[in-house]
């Protein structure tokens, strides 16, 4: 009775603080052989990957080399008290580890990355627009594209915690996962990081010295706020008119005229000219801007986004450039068909697939990101 206690005893302290503390300690008597054989037997399956990277050696080797082994890795007498806090130890780094990554996971949704991809693919794909020549794609040339992405989307972040502090009652009911809702944020916490991000973008945007690029920044920081804070005059979002002409301002006009002129003078060293790209890729996310503020008015926000895409492809058939104009227009007419086909299939009725219908088309205007560097 009192060895098969002992080899309990043994394969609870085995399971907590591994083969590797437990071998030397508990194997320098002369009854180890026979301890052995039943010990491999009943742990082989749950600890052989233990037993085959650290000390395995210790059941291969003869009685007469064990004392020598444990000697040599300087093992100790270890007493239940010395294991309990061994084992309180790693408990209290697992839960320092666990809570840390419960922070972090909090943090990442209030910040909602997938709106940064988007704002970074968008900033990329307007930084394409100036380039003449393949020569002109530098490395200073991707230095500063990426020096102009980080104020921006720091500002998209500041955009989105904004508006989640002066949603958290309607976020309660229709958005109840997000961190202040769920009150997994504090609001002191969330209103201090859309202080700082605030204060980081403008203030990036004032050292790189670059006029354009400061208008796209304080565009978002003006504007945003207009759309979110709820003050007299303000908190636009609950008019559609304002809140679809702040919406388009921001992501057409502004975002892409600014982030142009300062890809064109401030990085390639250019005087500031319009190019046909730009003037295509203002006026083709204005329409679908503006067309996704207003999708619940289903007819007239569809005929806006098919009108775009006739734009779109009107101007690749007058490309001179053949390349240009096949990417342009096979890409525009694939995506059109897409919007069209579904927008025609849809239930409005049906929740679920209004929903899935107006992410879609979410979707869409980030993709057109993709084609409009074609557009020559």
């Known amino acids: 009775m009192e060895k098969t206690k002992n080899h309990e005893c043994l394969k609870n302290r085995l399971y907590y603080t591994g ?19 039943l010990l491999t037997t009943r742990l082989e399956k749950e600890y052989s990957s233990l037993l085959s990277t650290h000390n395995a050696d210790v059941f291969e080797k003869p009685l007469s080399q ?14 239940p008290e010395h294991e309990t ?7 209290h780094s ?3 580890q666990s809570g840390l990554m419960k922070k972090l996971d909090v943090i990442q949704r209030f910040c909602r990355p997938f709106a940064i991809v988007g704002t970074a693919i968008g900033a990329s794909s307007i930084s394409l627009l100036p380039l003449e020549t393949i020569s002109e794609l530098t490395p200073k040339f991707l230095i500063g594209v990426l020096m102009a992405l980080i104020p921006v989307a720091i500002m998209d972040i500041y955009m989105n915690g904004i508006n989640e502090l002066f949603d958290v009652e309607i976020d309660k009911v229709n958005k109840p996962y997000l961190p202040l809702a769920s009150g997994e944020m504090s609001m002191k916490t969330g209103a201090s990081i859309v202080a700082i991000t605030s204060s980081l973008g403008i203030g990036m945007a004032l050292m790189m010295g670059s006029p354009p690029l400061l208008g796209v920044v304080l565009s978002f920081f003006f504007l945003g706020g207009a759309y979110s804070v709820d003050l007299p005059f303000l908190r636009w979002k609950n008019n559609a008119f304002l809140a679809a002409s702040c919406f388009t301002y921001m992501k057409a006009p502004a975002f892409q005229f600014g982030i142009f002129m300062h890809i064109q003078k401030y990085v390639l060293k250019k005087p500031i000219a319009f190019t046909r790209s730009l003037v295509f890729a203002t006026a083709f996310m204005s329409l679908f801007s503006a067309a996704l503020m207003i999708i619940k008015a289903f007819r007239v926000s569809t005929f806006m986004i098919m009108l775009a ?8 058939v007058s490309s001179t450039f053949m390349f240009n104009k096949l990417i342009t227009v096979l890409g525009h007419s694939v995506l059109a068909s897409l919007f069209w086909l579904s927008s025609r299939s849809i239930d409005l009725s049906d929740e679920k697939a209004t929903y899935s219908f107006f992410r879609m088309a979410g979707k869409l205007y980030f993709v057109e990101y993709l084609l409009i560097p074609f557009v020559r």
Do not use: C, N, W
């Open 19 to 37: 083969v590797a503390r437990a071998i030397g300690p508990y194997f320098p008597g002369p009854d180890a052989k026979l301890q052995l054989p």
């Open 66 to 79: 064990h004392r020598s082994l444990s000697k040599k890795h300087s093992y100790s007498a270890t007493t």
């Open 85 to 91: 806090a061994a084992i309180l130890e790693d408990d």
């Open 94 to 96: 697992i839960s320092f």
């Open 309 to 316: 895409y006739g734009v779109a492809i009107m101007t690749g």
